[in-house]
């Protein structure tokens, strides 16, 4: 009777989210994910854009297995994913997924925060009226992070702040930085370090875009010169931020598993098929090509499996696990192999950088090709995630160790 009565539940949210959707989600907008990360790339949302966002801010659907009383959806994660379901039914995606704020920030505070932070932060994040960035990485203090040297001072009622920090995704638009510091020069690597909640609008902070070879560029500089922050800014406890950091990093990890942000994509095989040869049976007429695209589509499928396996397993509403690291992999792996055939199959169609020869999706393909590269190296590497693995989900030993 109780599994009825939940079929029920479920059967009834979503006729509720079929509705709402129909109602609210503008036709215009309709398999047009790719809008939304160009707003978190720099653009601010105007038109329709602007108004789904709205709409899907106030409703908490942006967000929706946050608490409620903080504006999320308060949503369990079976209906979370009957939302993902109707949204992708219509060709809708989330406005608010790509940022940081969504995907980094809000969750670790929601872990992490104090009542009055959670208060102040989140439901300006659920909104949509605030951008955040991450300042981890550092000149010198890259995959090796606990080497950052950015220092903080208590200097009675607040911190100062002084130091560099780099790869900055999206600082030039940003509102709020969290980021970490170093409290405590003479403690041992690890610790010493703490989490800051910084305001990006004051004159100690100074932004620096970095140019990209893809011509776009999220990517940033970001210089701290007596900046300050109040002492309840502090996210976590003084000196143990390396504990908050991480966290942030697994739900970095997990946001890169390649969860679907809506829309519909056309499927590979279809967008082959219009500029490569078929045979009369309407196969890829390249037999080796052939194969090696339904071998993308059979790892594209199974790493969709795995994700949603792992987001059934985690309806307890445990958070990420090192798990992250595995799917984090596996989503580069599929994302750039797809780029490197859709630039195969295009052809010199897919060497286009501009000019009326070529379409706007042509021009976009080796632009994301390009960009792409960066998905092995951010979020921590592809060698890194692999060390997690090894380490937390197989036990090996740690090979830094052996004699």
């Known amino acids: 009777m109780a599994?009825?009565?939940?079929?029920?539940?479920?059967?009834?949210?979503?006729?509720?989210?079929?509705?709402w959707l129909e109602d609210n989600f503008p036709?215009?907008?309709r398999g047009k994910a790719g809008m939304a990360l160009e707003v978190m790339e720099g653009g601010a949302p105007t038109g329709d854009l602007l108004l789904w966002r709205?709409?899907?801010?106030?409703?908490?659907?942006?967000?929706?297995?946050?608490?409620?009383?903080?504006?999320?959806g308060g949503l369990t994660q079976q209906e979370a994913r009957v939302l993902g379901q109707e949204m992708n039914r219509i060709g809708a995606f989330n406005p608010l997924l790509q940022g940081m704020g969504v995907t980094m920030i809000g969750p670790t505070i929601l872990d992490c925060g104090t009542e009055a932070q959670k208060e102040k932060h989140i439901p300006p994040i659920v909104r949509g009226d605030v951008r955040w960035c991450v300042g981890y990485s550092e000149p010198n203090a890259g995959s090796d992070l606990a080497s950052l040297q950015t220092k903080c001072e208590d200097v009675g009622d607040h911190y100062r702040i002084n130091g560099q920090k780099v790869w900055t995704s999206g600082a030039q638009?940003?509102?709020w930085c969290g980021m970490l510091v170093r409290t405590d020069f003479a403690a041992k690597k690890h610790d010493g370090i703490s989490f800051l909640l910084v305001d990006m609008h004051q004159p100690g902070i100074e932004v620096?875009?970095?140019a990209l070879i893809s011509g776009a560029s999220p990517f940033c500089e970001t210089f701290f010169t007596d900046a300050v922050a109040p002492k309840e800014a502090l996210l976590g406890e003084l000196n143990k931020g390396w504990t908050v950091g991480k966290r942030l990093l697994e739900h970095e990890r997990a946001s890169q598993t390649g969860a679907s942000s809506g829309g519909k994509a056309t499927p590979f095989q279809d967008l082959a098929k219009t500029y490569i040869e078929v045979d009369s049976g309407g196969r890829i007429a390249d037999g080796e090509l052939r194969s090696r695209i339904a071998r993308h589509l059979m790892d594209t499928k199974a790493h969709g499996l795995t994700l949603a396996r792992a987001m059934a397993e985690a309806k307890g509403n445990g958070g990420p696990t090192a798990a992250a690291s595995v799917l984090k992999n596996s989503a580069t792996t599929v994302a750039q192999t797809r780029a490197e055939l859709t630039l195969e199959v295009m052809g010199h169609q897919g060497l286009g950088w501009d000019g009326e020869d070529f379409t706007a999706e042509e021009i976009e393909t080796v632009r994301t090709w390009l960009f792409g590269k960066a998905m092995s190296i951010y979020g921590g590497s592809a060698e890194i995630q692999n060390n997690i693995v090894s380490k937390r989900i197989l036990g090996l030993p740690d090979n830094t160790q052996s004699g």
Request: glycine share 12%; proline share 7%.
């Open 27 to 29: 036709a215009s907008l």
């Open 208 to 210: 620096r875009p970095i």
């Open 3 to 19: 599994d009825s009565a939940e079929t029920l539940a479920i059967d009834a949210f979503r006729a509720q989210a079929r509705d």
């Open 54 to 72: 709205q709409r899907m801010g106030a409703k908490g659907w942006g967000t929706p297995s946050w608490p409620a009383r903080y504006g999320g």
């Open 173 to 175: 638009w940003s509102d």
